[in-house]
């Protein structure tokens, strides 16, 4: 199974900022979409955002549209989400994973290897 690792996470202010990375180490992340979701305690996983393996198009979820952005390193073998005006609403574990494409709606259903997650905690 491919593995990948996130970083990044840790206490913010509301309206701060953070930078999560997905890396991988055993194989290449260019092959791949990779997809950055969230869990809250009692809440279900949910899609953040996607970003494909070729174009390198974007999609995110309306609750972090303007406010998060995806990108990728190639050359670092890295994803990154870029989170900005964070709200106490995006406290979460995040989680990256891999699929073969980015579809409209960002589902877990469609996404194969998964990280352990980094837990994101926005609170005054």
């Known amino acids: 199974q491919l593995q990948l690792v996130e970083s990044g996470g840790g206490l913010v202010q509301p309206g701060g900022s953070l930078r999560l990375s997905c890396a991988a180490s055993?194989?290449?992340?260019?092959?791949?979409?990779i997809g950055w979701f969230r869990q809250a305690p009692g809440n279900e996983r949910e899609g953040v955002s996607c970003?494909?393996?070729?174009?390198?198009?974007?999609n995110y979820a309306d609750s972090v549209k303007g406010r998060f952005t995806i990108s990728r390193d190639n050359a670092k073998n890295t994803v990154y989400l870029q989170m900005n005006s964070l709200k106490p609403e995006d406290t979460a574990v995040y989680y990256c994973a891999t699929a073969p494409w980015c579809l409209r709606t960002i589902k877990s259903s469609d996404f194969g290897s998964w990280g352990q997650g980094t837990q994101v905690t926005v609170s005054s």
């Open positions: 055993r194989f290449t992340l260019n092959y791949y979409a």
């Open positions: 970003i494909s393996s070729r174009s390198g198009s974007t």
